[in-house]
């Protein structure tokens, strides 16, 4: 029975376990316009029911591998083009300094992000690769996880549309997989949207990698990007999406909230970033579609207000590390460590560490993997620190 009181009967009905539909959940977002606190209390209130007081966070290297990309996104700035400055392509030597220097920083996971296919497109990325013994962008990543699962840190990789057997390949070394949706609203692709020149991020071709990840039973983390030019309906029906997809195969282990935050030099640099109230109401909404979901905001988009957040029923805020940056949005730096959980406890929640894959998907992951995990969890399945220092 709802331990809370709330004024609106719908919010009353999420609460009460009653799926609600997407209609009931554009009426809620109508109403949380004019006033958003039942929405934020009833998010909170699910939130305890489903995660407790418990706030997570997973300690991670950033390991830029290739960051060409086939595709062009609006926004994004990580994209480099051969012969600037910043182009990056970590040698084997590059990934095994720097994975020891993450486990001497207490770091248990190791991210893995490449541009969408960089060899279909650029022959400076296909030569490179040759020249390291790689014939694809994947065989590398594989080769990446065993060296960083060598140094003791449990590999997570973001490659955009890999194809099933690609998938089967990274689930040896990998204990996760990342995709954004982004957004499940085909209007994102059309001319002068932000996804007109990225074919990846067209959503079937997206809905059908998450597919195929749930046909391999491989724990996914995916999400939303909020304030890209969609309507608060197409982002309702992103949230179902994703919901639709987690009740068909079980396997979304995290949705990401990320809020838009536009970028000088991009197609997009004068785009207003969404306003504070519209990205928290979708957090919230989140909540209540999906109760027993891992909801994560990334803190170092909102670096004055991210510990506010924890009011719309969060209850992680996804890879922060102490050593790298965070080469997708490097202007955003984390905040310390010790800062997240000094908020979170003047919040009344407990910080914890845990890996990149959640306890409740361990199931799901590689049996040697999943007893490499084991050896550094605690009882609740979260990271151990007298285990796994
Ligand atoms: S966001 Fe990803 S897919 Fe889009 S251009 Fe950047 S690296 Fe490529």
Redesign the pocket.
């Known amino acids: 029975m709802n331990e809370i009181i709330l004024k609106s009967e719908l919010l009353n009905k999420a609460f009460d376990r009653k799926d609600i539909s997407r209609n009931d959940a554009n009426r809620i977002y109508e109403e949380a316009e004019k006033n958003p606190d039942e929405l934020y209390r009833a998010a909170q209130a699910m939130r305890n029911q489903n995660k407790g007081k418990i706030v997570t966070y997973s300690r991670k290297v950033f390991f830029n591998m290739i ?1 060409l ?5 609006s ?2 700035t ?2 480099a083009e051969p012969g600037d400055s910043g182009v990056s392509m970590m040698s084997r030597e590059d990934i095994t300094s720097l994975a020891k220097i993450g486990r001497v920083h207490g770091c248990t996971e190791a991210l893995f992000v490449t ?2 296919r960089p060899e279909q497109k650029y022959p400076e990325a296909r030569q490179w690769l040759a020249a390291n013994g790689f014939g694809s962008t994947v065989e590398y990543l594989a080769h990446a996880g065993e060296i960083a699962l060598e140094s003791g840190l449990f590999p997570h990789t973001n490659a ?1 549309n890999l194809t099933k057997s690609e998938m089967n390949q990274l689930k040896k070394t990998n204990v996760s997989l990342g995709l954004m949706l982004e957004n499940a609203s085909e209007r994102m692709s059309e001319s002068k949207m932000p996804h007109e020149n ?1 074919p ?2 067209n959503p079937r071709a997206r809905i059908r990698v998450l597919e195929n990840a749930g046909d391999l039973s491989i724990p996914v983390t995916t999400g939303l990007l909020v304030g890209i030019g969609e309507t608060p309906t197409e982002m309702i029906d992103s949230i179902f999406t994703i919901k639709s997809l987690h009740m068909k195969y079980g396997n979304i282990q995290e949705v990401i909230l990320q809020n838009f935050q536009p970028k000088p030099r991009t197609r997009m640099q004068d785009m207003p970033r969404p306003e504070e109230r519209y990205f928290m109401n979708l957090v919230s909404l989140t909540r209540l579609i999906m109760p027993e979901m891992n909801i994560q905001i990334p803190p170092n988009l909102s670096p004055e207000s991210y510990p506010s957040f924890l009011q719309t029923g969060i209850n992680d805020w996804g890879g922060i590390s102490p050593i790298t940056p965070d080469y ?1 949005n490097p202007e955003f730096s984390w905040p310390s460590i010790e800062t997240v959980r000094q908020r979170c406890r003047d919040s009344g929640f407990v910080l914890r560490a845990r890996f990149p894959v959640y306890p409740e998907y361990f199931h799901m992951v590689d049996p040697a993997l999943r007893s490499r995990i084991k050896e550094r969890a605690d009882s609740l399945g979260l990271v151990d620190l007298e285990r796994s220092p």
């Open positions: 960051n990309c086939r595709d062009t996104c926004y994004c990580y994209k541009g969408e955009g990225a990846s991020k997708v």
